[in-house]
């Protein structure tokens, strides 16, 4: 399966002016709050201006979020949902100073090392495309020291994978509506029938532990409303130096793509 090449077949200009649309109708509710404080306590933690890559930013719904930060850099797959991206919503409310918005990945895309201090992925890995040790070394490399990652995963127990933009099958929608009752096992074997990304709180917290990070903690997150599932939110952190010791634990509970362009963009001086 080329993930890449599906996400993009996802998230076309009419799905993606959808997603946009919701942006709008949602922002400060539910997930989109607990995300927006996660994403603003932590790029305003750091006790100065700093460098920000938004992996899989899509239109761009976390932006105004975002504290203190003097170059966010923005990647998308989706060459429709950056064009959206640079009209974000609460865009008046942005207070980046440069904003850098890439179509790629981060295996297609130059990127130098050690170039970010935050790097923040939401909703899209373990979800539109796999989370490995060659992605997490990937990211620990263009972190500086003592960066931060913060990415979510989707709990493989807590929703069935539904293709998107399709109409589902009477079968899909059937196991849909009984997969809550389901036993554990019998939920993690359906979605991995599926080929689906997500994953299990045990088997991220593996991967995490043969990372090059320094400490991470994973918690579970519950969407209360709209989108049916939970997350499995991570937060990890590099070494304050290259090398350094073996990760320790703080828990709670290369193909390439479409032609990459680039886009880049200054806020108005005045924001509201």
């Keep these: 399966m080329d993930y890449r090449k599906e996400t993009m077949d996802i998230f076309d200009q009419s799905a993606s002016k959808q997603y946009r649309e919701k942006d709008d109708h949602l922002v400060g509710h539910g997930s989109r709050q607990h995300y927006c404080e996660i994403v603003r306590e932590l790029s305003g933690g750091f006790g100065k201006k700093i460098n920000v890559l938004d992996l899989g930013c899509g239109t761009g719904r976390y932006f105004h979020c975002l504290r203190n930060v003097k170059r966010l850099m ?52 373990g979800e539109y495309s796999p989370i490995n040790n060659v992605f997490l070394d990937k990211l620990s490399g263009l972190l500086a020291p003592k960066g931060r990652l913060f990415f979510t995963v989707v709990d493989v127990y807590s ?23 389901l036993p554990p096992f019998a939920k993690k074997s359906l979605n991995r029938a599926l080929s689906s990304f997500y994953m299990t709180d045990r088997e991220l917290t593996a991967l995490l532990r043969k990372s090059q990070f320094a400490t991470f903690n994973v918690s579970r997150f519950e969407h209360p409303s709209g989108w049916q599932g939970a997350h499995l939110d991570c937060l990890a952190e590099k070494h304050d130096k290259v090398g350094g010791a073996a990760a320790t634990v703080a828990r709670r509970g290369a193909d390439t793509p479409q032609e990459n362009t680039l886009v880049v963009f200054s806020l108005p001086e005045q924001q509201g």
């Design 74 to 125: 923005g990647i998308d797959i989706s060459a429709h949902m950056l064009d959206l991206a640079r009209d974000p919503v609460k865009s008046k409310q942005i207070d980046v100073e440069d904003i850098e918005l890439r179509c790629g990945d981060i295996y297609s895309l130059e990127l130098p090392d050690q170039s970010f201090d935050l790097i923040y992925s939401i909703g899209v890995v």
């Design 159 to 181: 929703r069935f994978q539904m293709p998107e933009n399709k109409q589902a099958s009477f079968t899909r929608r059937a196991l849909r509506k009984f997969f809550p009752l």
